[in-house]
T-cell receptor, first 114, second 116 residues
Framework: GDSVTQMEGPVTLSEEAFLTINCTYTATGYPSLFWYVQYPGEGLQLLLKATKADDKGSNKGFEATYRKETTSFHLEKGSVQVSDSAVYFC?????????????FGTGTQLKVEL | GAVVSQHPSWVICKSGTSVKIECRSL??????MFWYRQFPKQSLMLMAT?????????EQGVEKDKFLINHASLTLSTLTVTSAHPEDSSFYIC????????????FGQGTRLTVV
């Protein structure tokens, strides 16, 4: 079945540091890929998405490129802020069954310090 | 964008009682909604797919009689945790999409259930 593998956290960075959170996936067909962010005590918010190979999703300074050849969707940001501290989930929607059913990675907690 | 509202945001109940959680799509109709459960410091696990006007589809290992799902209208799905026990304490989140094959899901705010 479909699966998503994320790097384990927590990841602790200083403000203005460069961020990379690795994500790789296993799926049949051509899934859509997502990054969701969860702030403390809140639900999930869509951060960015990509629906086909070589697409780049971007939002709030975050970027991720859909790499079919390496089955990856790594999240990057050039300069993180304290307000970026949250848990980040990589996810995909499968191409069989329910089109909007998401498979999540385990999540990566990011802590940004001054 | 599409808005999904979940209520209550938190609830504390006594062991043995039942708790109902509501998930509403506020500005769109949702034929299908999804219910997820999140344990502390873990990922979201899909519990069931809620289908308007028909029975929910449960994932393997999820007890149908314990987690009752009712999708009575195109804008409302409810999850009832019956005879709750402390091990049912968790964060429950619903999601929905405006279109059947839309690739983006919109999430409710989540419900923190604590069973004492």
């Amino acid at each position: 079945g479909d699966s998503v593998t994320q790097m384990e956290g927590p990841v602790t960075l200083s403000e203005e540091a460069f961020l990379t959170i690795n994500c790789t996936y296993t799926a049949t067909g051509y899934p859509s890929l997502f990054w969701y962010v969860q702030y403390p005590g809140e639900g999930l918010q869509l951060l960015l998405k990509a629906t086909k190979a070589d697409d780049k999703g971007s939002n709030k300074g975050f970027e991720a490129t859909y790499r079919k050849e390496t089955t990856s969707f790594h999240l990057e940001k050039g300069s993180v802020q304290v307000s970026d501290s949250a848990v980040y989930f990589c996810a995909l929607t499968g191409t069989t069954g329910g089109g909007n059913k998401l498979t999540f990675g385990t999540g990566t907690q990011l802590k940004v310090e001054l | 964008g599409a808005v999904v509202s979940q209520h209550p945001s938190w609830v504390i109940c006594k062991s043995g009682t039942s708790v109902k959680i509501e998930c509403r799509s506020l500005d769109f109709q949702a034929t299908t909604m999804f219910w997820y459960r999140q344990f502390p410091k873990q990922s979201l696990m899909l519990m069931a797919t809620s289908n308007e006007g028909s029975k929910a589809t449960y994932e393997q290992g999820v007890e149908k009689d314990k987690f009752l799902i009712n999708h009575a209208s195109l804008t409302l799905s409810t999850l009832t945790v019956t005879s709750a026990h402390p091990e049912d304490s968790s964060f429950y989140i619903c999601s929905a999409s405006p279109r059947v094959f839309d690739t983006e899901a919109f999430f409710g705010q989540g419900t923190r259930l604590t069973v004492v």
